[in-house]
């Protein structure tokens, strides 16, 4: 882990970071601010690796989606952009609406720097829907003293169908940092919830070396008192950014109001970890009356638990959809790429396609699905029969689609596991990443690795493999691999500015009884967005090609383990752009 986190640049770190250090409350952080790069012309925009259907504004720099919402009958994204440049800076709270989830119109910023209680900056937060249908934005902001201090805003007019206009009103803040407290580590508000008479949020912290979740309560939801207990905290993981807290239904996929309860719920609690750049989050118990968030024992804190995602993807946040009674998921996912490259010629940073979520039927993780209104990007349909008995080096061209801009849906049968490789009890020190970039798809095993070659040029000179490898364990049980190995994933020179990971997690699946596994990928230019086993285990990764682009790029099914695997079934589609994505960003 420590190996990642020298790899990623500095200013790929999440908006909620502080600009300069300070004084005596034990300031840590800073950012990196690239003036040269502040101001691109739209006519120097490089579009080669540009995402076709994921979210994106034309240029410049994006990340944490701050609050979605659906109000009205328009679906609301709010996130950190900065309007000057390809690099973080200059932070606002852009806005754009949708009425699917796919096609988006660009509004006015929302929030941006103007008042002494955010004159230094405008950073995540979220949005709370109040009784009257009175949506609240909630908000971290840096005052003149550099401290991070939790704001609101209101719409300025909320019979307008956009909320195109929000004010924020001179009574802020509405909560300080403690004088115990370190004031460059308390952000992002979560979206609040109501029970007992009172309202409830969270703020994101630390405590010396201790996660904390602070929780604070008001019955008007302008008065804020800090409670004498955290909600949740955990020794050894540093800042917990952009805290998420919601209910899940102990039954089905239904998604519930922040502000549910009772003995068929379970709620979640999902941090991003400042120390690994990785989300991590718990299943457990929420006891509303002691204000007291327990994990189950299936659930671990911090870098050991699980993971939303196990790529490129970091400051997520749900929100309730009314709608289509479901709860869905966004993240951002970073560049993975140089400030001199790709980000130099105009943009950096899209959003994760959102994600329905709901509790698995064991209770013990969550699983994850892009939404259903993709598919209405879908075009050219391309169904592969069902390929038997895929030996050793076999491979396979799904051709007939536009492969660099695809979804892939796949399931692979097995016949048998009795060649599965013995699991080296010395692993259990590592993480799945460290094990993948030693397993990787060219290392020959027993029942895998098998799975997708995306972006491949034609000769297998450039590829982002995508795949599966199965263990036995020494208690006879099996344990799968997921990786997205981005290390052959372009022919750029190899150096420490090429952020090229190998991205990988377990899967939780009895393969031994289900003798099948599945794999759905949406390969968008240069994203690579795969869901294992029904939305198990997800993996984004981004990658930047240079033989395997546009038409250049194709796409092939492969096995190179010694047990042979079949492809039971495999649908794959061009995706088409939507119609629209943020043209309308001129102000």
Not at 111 to 128: A, E, L, Q, R, Y
Not at 395 to 423: C, M, N, P, R, Y
Not at 503 to 530: C, M, N, P, Q
Not at 536 to 561: E, M, Q, W
């Amino acid at each position: 882990m420590d190996f990642v986190r020298k790899l990623v640049p500095v200013f790929l770190f999440a908006s909620c970071v502080l600009l300069v250090t300070i004084n005596d409350n034990r300031v840590e952080a800073s950012h990196r601010i690239y003036s040269r790069l502040q101001s691109v012309p739209a006519g120097e925009v490089k579009q080669l690796h540009r995402t076709a259907y994921h979210f994106q504004p034309p240029q410049h720099w994006i990340n944490d989606p701050n609050g979605p919402m659906y109000f009205n009958g328009l679906y609301h994204l709010f996130y950190q952009y900065n309007p000057k440049g390809s690099v973080w800076g200059n932070i606002v709270w852009a806005h754009s609406i949708s009425k699917d989830l796919i096609n988006w119109e660009a509004l006015p910023h929302a929030i941006f720097p103007s008042k002494p209680f955010d004159v230094n900056g405008t950073w995540s937060g979220s949005v709370t829907i109040l009784p009257g249908n009175r949506p609240v934005i909630l908000y971290t902001g840096l005052d003149n003293d550099k401290r991070q201090i939790q704001n609101y805003a209101v719409p300025a007019n909320v019979s307008d169908p956009y909320l195109r206009e929000w004010l924020k009103p001179d009574d802020n803040p509405l909560v300080l940092p403690g004088s115990d407290m370190n004031a460059s580590q308390f952000r992002d508000p979560t979206t609040a919830w109501w029970h007992g008479g009172h309202w409830r949020m969270l703020v994101g912290g630390k405590r010396k070396h201790r996660g904390m979740a602070w929780l604070y309560r008001s019955n008007d939801f302008k008065h804020w008192v800090k409670a004498k207990h955290a909600l949740h905290s955990a020794s050894k993981t540093g800042m917990w950014e952009c805290p998420d807290f919601f209910p899940v239904s102990l039954h089905g996929k239904n998604g519930l109001d922040t502000s549910k309860v009772g003995e068929d719920v379970k709620h979640v609690f999902k941090v991003s970890l400042d120390e690994t750049r990785y989300e991590y989050y718990t299943v457990g118990k929420y006891d509303p009356e002691g204000d007291i968030y327990l994990p189950d024992n299936t659930s671990v804190d911090g870098r050991d638990g699980l993971r939303l995602d196990y790529g490129n993807f970091y400051a997520s946040k749900t929100f309730f959809d009314p709608s289509k009674n479901r709860r869905i998921l966004w993240g951002w996912a970073n560049e993975s790429d140089t400030a001199d490259d790709d980000t130099a010629k105009g943009w950096a940073g899209i959003q994760a396609i959102p994600r329905e979520v709901w509790l698995s039927p064991d209770g013990k993780q969550v699983l994850q699905w892009p939404v259903a209104e993709l598919e209405t990007l879908r075009g050219q349909k391309v169904d592969l029969k069902s390929i038997q008995n895929m030996i050793p080096g076999k491979l396979v061209e799904v051709k007939g689609i536009t492969a660099a801009q695809a979804d892939v849906d796949v399931t692979f049968s097995l016949a048998s596991l009795d060649k599965a490789e013995e699991f080296d009890p010395n692993w259990e020190k590592l993480d799945a990443e460290s094990v993948c970039a030693l397993k990787r798809s060219h290392v020959q095993g027993g029942v895998g690795p098998f799975g997708l070659a995306t972006l491949a040029s034609q000769n297998l000179e450039e590829f982002t493999p995508v795949f599966f490898r199965v263990f036995k364990t020494k208690d006879n049980k099996h344990k799968v691999l997921m990786c997205s190995d981005a290390k052959g994933s372009t022919l750029r020179p190899f150096d420490i500015k090429q952020y090229r990971p190998s991205f990988a997690g377990y899967v939780d699946v009895d393969l031994a009884a289900e003798k099948k596994i599945s794999l759905r990928s949406l390969i968008d230019h240069s994203v690579v967005e795969s869901f294992a086993a029904g939305g198990k285990t997800c993996i984004l990764s981004r990658v930047y090609p240079t033989l395997a682009v546009n038409d250049a790029a194709h796409l092939f099914v492969f096995n190179n383990g010694t047990e042979p695997v079949s492809v039971q079934t495999l649908s794959a589609w061009s995706m088409s752009p939507p119609k629209l994505m943020n043209q309308n960003l001129n102000f």
